[in-house]
């Protein structure tokens, strides 16, 4: 998700992976699988068919593993403060973890083209030695709206082709 805020000396992007879920509803879901687990469980086991339970609970944890790390993924930020002189991006999850400032007069957004029209453009900041990927968690729509946003107010954009790739698939 693209938001655009304003600021001070200019405006203020924040980049946001898609959120289908919260927390809380996560949470429910699993729950509701953890019910409908134990029954099932819970009457193959009046059966006979005791060995299902250990199945059953490892099934439980590798659901509740997966869930909390999509949830955590899904928690990521970054954060582009434009200004007259100067870019700043902060990239974090919960708290700032890593910073950048590049000048606005000589910073380029490096489009690189997708290898697969169904993926999106893999986009970064470019000034001299320095290249910093954003938005690699945005979806087509997002990474293009956050294109048209940068591109309209004044920064530099630079095309890149896909490196070509040898693989299973051309």
Known sequence: MVERLPHPDGFRLIL??????SWHGNVRIWAALFVLSALIATGFTLIGAWVIIPFAGLELVALACGIYLTSRACQRQEVLSFSRDDIHLEKGRKRKQAEWTLP???????????PHPFTPA?????HR???VSIGGFLNIEDTEKLIGLLEQNGLMIEHKEPDPQIGLWF
Do not use: G, H
């Not at 946001?16 to 879920?21: A, D, E």
């Not at 893999?122 to 470019?126: A, D």
């Open 122 to 126: 893999k986009l970064s900041l470019t």
């Open 16 to 21: 946001t992976p898609n959120r289908s879920l």
């Open 129 to 131: 030695d320095t290249e």
């Open 104 to 114: 606005t007069r000589y910073a380029r957004l490096r489009i690189q083209s997708p």
